[in-house]
């Protein structure tokens, strides 16, 4: 079994945690995983993006070819977007569906709408409000990686969740916990 992985956003938004908390999952599974990331300007809304490659078999490439990502797990709508390419026709788009307008010419949210709501197999919510309503409005990125855990198949949601608790556990129970209520309401929503 494999899961072809491109996650993608804007920096800041944590991303990489999320990378971070699907390799812990996978090493402790004893799942092969290869990992590529491109940064940008990530401290200050450029482009972050990471191919994640998981697999039972051996994994010769760290990149996901276009037209092979099984799922794309974006931050926001217009990066979800910029990764539709690397979609597998029978792949799953997971998304923020609020903006993150950082450039001028940003394009129509709702002709973003429009566009994920066209796709064959798409999820997406307000992932900053899920957040503040599990009481940590700077969550989001737990929230979508507990909307994106049902379609990882390869790694179970349990699996995922106590993950996010090893990756948080040096910052303490508390925040730990917000973590996971946060990852839980994801859950929650995208099998709503």
């Not at 996901?64 to 709508?77: C, H, K, N, R, Y």
């Not at 026709?89 to 709702?110: C, L, Q, R």
Request: glycine share 10%; with cysteine.
């Amino acid at each position: 079994m494999k899961k072809d992985i491109i996650l993608c956003g804007v920096g800041g938004q944590g991303i990489l945690s999320i990378a971070t908390i699907i390799g812990q999952a996978a090493t402790e599974a004893g799942i092969n995983l290869k990992q590529a990331e491109v940064h940008g300007m990530s401290q200050r809304g450029g482009d972050v993006q990471s191919n994640l490659r998981l697999s039972t078999e051996t994994i010769w490439s760290d990149l996901i070819p276009q037209g092979g990502a099984d799922l794309v797990i974006s931050m926001e709508p217009m990066e979800a977007l910029r990764y539709l390419p690397y979609l597998a026709k029978d792949g799953t788009v997971v998304t923020g569906s609020k903006a993150f307008i950082n450039i001028p010419n940003y394009p129509d949210e709702a002709a973003l709408m429009e566009e994920i709501d066209s796709l064959p197999s798409s999820v997406k919510f307000d992932i900053d409000a899920i957040a503040k309503d599990a009481g940590n409005a700077r969550g989001a990125n737990m929230v979508l990686l507990g909307m994106a855990a049902p379609f990882l198949e390869i790694l179970s949601v349990e699996q995922l969740r106590k993950a996010v608790a090893v990756v948080f556990a040096r910052k303490g129970e508390s925040v730990v916990e917000a973590n996971l209520k946060a990852f839980d309401k994801g859950v929650e929503a995208s099998r709503s």
